[in-house]
DNA sequence: CGAGCATCCTCAG
DNA sequence: CTGAGGATGCTCG
């Protein structure tokens, strides 16, 4: 986990607390983090920090995404090459990291390796990708799957 | 290069 | 059913 004080805002959702940081007014990461350390709400918050609470509040109410942010261009070319993949997946359903293997002529491992970097959950819906056999991992190894498990409840998946 | 990964498949037991 | 082991593509040092 990076260092909290760089956070611009603090999300707190139903499972846990979102870390969010803008970059050039633009939203540039967006991370579960332990705990909050800096208040929820600012006086005066950036619009960009406006218009993700308003999506992020429609994505735990209504499980669904009003419109997606702009986000800040990050990672390799190949990463970026998977997350933008990762968007084109629903609300509610899910794709193996095989079959995103397939569809993007690489391996599975490597898509793995792309969703784990993923900086911005959530909107970059890495929790819809699961393993063949099992539901695969989140935020590294398996600490952190009840969230994954969650979100996926939430979508209606199961 | 070589090692490390949020995998997958096959093959013994 | 379970576990081991090889194949796999990408990234970082």
Redesign the pocket.
């Known amino acids: 986990m990076h260092d909290p004080e760089l956070f611009d805002g603090v999300y707190e959702a139903p499972v846990g607390w979102l870390g969010i940081r803008l970059e050039g007014g633009k939203l540039g990461e967006l991370d579960w983090i332990e705990r909050p350390r800096q208040s929820l709400r600012q006086r005066h918050p950036q619009s960009a920090i406006r218009q993700l609470i308003r999506c992020l509040d429609s994505y735990f109410t209504n499980a669904s995404f009003p419109k997606i942010p702009s986000l800040v261009p990050s990672?390799?070319?190949?990463?970026r090459r998977v997350w933008r993949a990762l968007l084109q997946i629903p609300c509610g359903s899910v794709k193996?990291?095989?079959?995103l293997?397939v569809e993007l002529?690489?391996?599975?491992?490597?898509?793995?390796?792309?969703?784990?970097l993923?900086p911005i959950a959530i909107l970059i819906p890495?929790?819809r990708?699961v393993?063949?056999?099992d539901m695969?991992?989140?935020?590294?190894?398996?600490g952190h799957l009840h969230i994954?498990r969650w979100l996926l409840e939430h979508e209606g998946v199961y």
């Open positions: 990672g390799t070319a190949f990463q193996t990291y095989g079959q293997a002529k690489t391996g599975s491992r490597a898509v793995g390796q792309a969703c784990r993923n890495c929790h990708v393993a063949a056999a695969g991992g989140y935020m590294g190894a398996s994954k």
